[in-house]
């Protein structure tokens, strides 16, 4: 197979051909968090005629698999760290495929719930590390690109989900679809655990884990197929050198720096859920159907939700390493404060009817999808020091997910105690607040190798340049 080189002006020789193939690969995971966000979306009316589900009920459906991503969120970074980001990933793989099978199973809530939760975990291992994962291989100029693939792989696992959803729903009739149709978009889901699993052996350990754990010469021949041998070389060295202090512990996290470092991740994090997104992703059919669109043509609409989500991120994986991280955050989420703004005053003003609280909701999820949606993701994965990556990380995607289940539990009582407009002027304003929080907090990493990001972080150097 023939490399297909580029080259920098330092003469660095990148093996592009490689790092795009190992990257798409690792991104595939974002497939198995796309198809977990949007399956449920078409299953929740089902599941609630089935188990006659109260408001809380229905919250708990869609939620409960974040109680098991919260889980594999927090132990993916000392699992990773301990034994390797490929072998847990694998792990991952197969908790998916066995959660996804047994959620088709059950006879009971209960039992729906417990498989759900056992795809959570691996959903919470794959969405922490298959970022940190890329961000490990990818050289410096092109990681924002290869990192946020990840989150091009979720949108297309949400958008083509939709497509599932829709065609299962249409394959019998509602009792059909309350008793068995909605097994099968769980069930579904094993496919492409299935291939993510396969596909993991087809790539190498990360680099960074190896000299971590004493196996430079492992690493250095896989960066040699990356930057060719004087970059490669050099690399090594670099990475030795960010990890002569002492391992990464808890204790590393609260020292000046990198606990500004764990303020800002963590910020992000949380930002990117109580913003609103998975609420709209989770429940787009049932919000649909409030502004008079039937079942039918709601899940229609929600496949065109699919696919602007889909497109603007190819928007930002093509803008995020030119124009920085920064600035698509300020951009996206300003929109999106804009536009949940004005369907809270279309729902309080009596005027949601016909399609103009779609075009909001379209042009919200576009905005979304240039920024928090990749942004979040890439900065977690490269603001965090080599010997704390995986703790670090692990630690603010527990926060991100906690913050998704608040949303995600929350959101039907919600909407049925303070109305429509209340709860779109919520995430509003939580919106103007995370606008505010990257004006003043969020630095701009664009362009930085892994082993700067410390010296960013010491040298007080938090705010943008």
Known sequence: MASITAKSRSGEQLNMKYVLLISIIGAVGGLLFGFDTAVVSGAVGFL??????SEFGEGWAVSSLIIGAVVGAIS????SDGLGRKKVLISAAVLFIIGSVATALPSTFSGYIIARMVSGIGIGITSTLCPIYNAEIAPARYRGRLVALNQFAIVTGIFFTYFVNSGIAGAGSDAWDISTGWRWMFGVGAVPGIIFMALLFLVPESPRWLIKNGKPEKALSILLRIHGEEAAKQEVLDIKASFREERGSIRDLFKPGLRFAMFVGIGLAIFQQVTGINAILYYAPEILKQTGAGTNAALIQTILVGAVNMVFTVVSIWLIDKVGRKALLLTGVSI????LGVIGLLFNTGHSSGYTVLVLILIYTA???????????????EIFPNRVRGLATSIASMFLWAADYAVSQSFPPLLDWAGPAATYWTFGILSVIAVLFTVFFVP????????????LWNQGKAQSR
Do not use: Y
């Open 444 to 455: 701009e990493t664009k362009g930085r190798s892994l082993e700067q990001m410390e010296s």
């Open 367 to 381: 905005a979304f999808a240039i920024s928090l949606g990749p942004v979040v993701w890439v900065m977690l994965s």
């Open 336 to 339: 999106m404060a804009v536009c």
């Open 76 to 79: 993916s970074g000392w699992l």
């Open 48 to 53: 609630d005629e089935r188990f006659n589900l």
